[in-house]
C-alpha cells in the first residue's frame, strides 16, 4: 500500500469551479443561492435536481462525486426506482494513471530503491479506480503480492471536495426546507468519514 502526504487544494478555487459545473447542468437558482451567481432570490427551484442532472453534476465533480453517487445509489429509503437507477450508472472504473506518476509514489513511500523489495513488479495496473490502482508483484521470497497505489493528489482533492460540500449543503439546509428534512451535512459528514477510512491504504491494509 502506498499514500504519502499531499499539497492541500484551494478551496476558493475548487468552490468557482463546482459553480460552473452547478450551472452548466443548469442549477441556475442553486448557484445563486449558494451565492456563485447574481440573485434576488434565496429560494431554490427543486426542478433542477432532475436525476438526469444531478447525477451529471456527480460524475463531473471527479472522483468524490462518483463516490457519493454510488452510495446514494443503494438509499432506496430515500430515493425512487427512477433515482436509484440514474445513481447507478455512476461507475469507478476511470483511466489509468501512467506509471511514470506512480512510481514517485512508491518512492515516497518506500524508499528510492523500493524495486529491491520485488523480485518482478508489472507496470500495467491490474485495475484503476478513483482512489487507487492496483499492480501484480512478486517478492524476493516468491510470494505473488497485490500492491494497491493511491492515486497522485487524489486525497488532498477528495478531502477538500468533501468539506466544500458539506458548507455548501449548510448553506441549502438553511435555505431549503425540503431538503433540510434529508439531513445532507450530516449525511455528508458520515460519508466524508468512510472515505477517509477508504484512503487510508494503511489501514485498509492492516484490516486485511
Known sequence: MASPPEKPISSIARAAEIGRILMRHGAKTLAGALGFIPSSSNVIDPR??????????????????????QLLATRSDLFTEHWITAFSTLHDQVSSVPFADIEPV????????WR?????????????????????????DGSEVIVKVRRPGTAARMEADVRLLIRLAGIVEARSPDIARYRPVEF????????AWEMDLAAESRAC
Open 48 to 69: 433542477e435536481f432532475r436525476p438526469a442532472a444531478v447525477v451529471a453534476f456527480l460524475r463531473d465533480i471527479g472522483p468524490v462525486g462518483i463516490k457519493l453517487g
Open 106 to 113: 512508491l518512492a515516497s513511500s518506500w524508499g528510492e530503491d
Open 116 to 140: 529491491s523489495d520485488f523480485a518482478q513488479f508489472d507496470e500495467k495496473p491490474l485495475a484503476s479506480a478513483s482512489i487507487a490502482q492496483t499492480y501484480s508483484a512478486r517478492l524476493r
Open 188 to 195: 455528508l459528514r458520515t460519508f466524508g468519514r468512510n472515505l
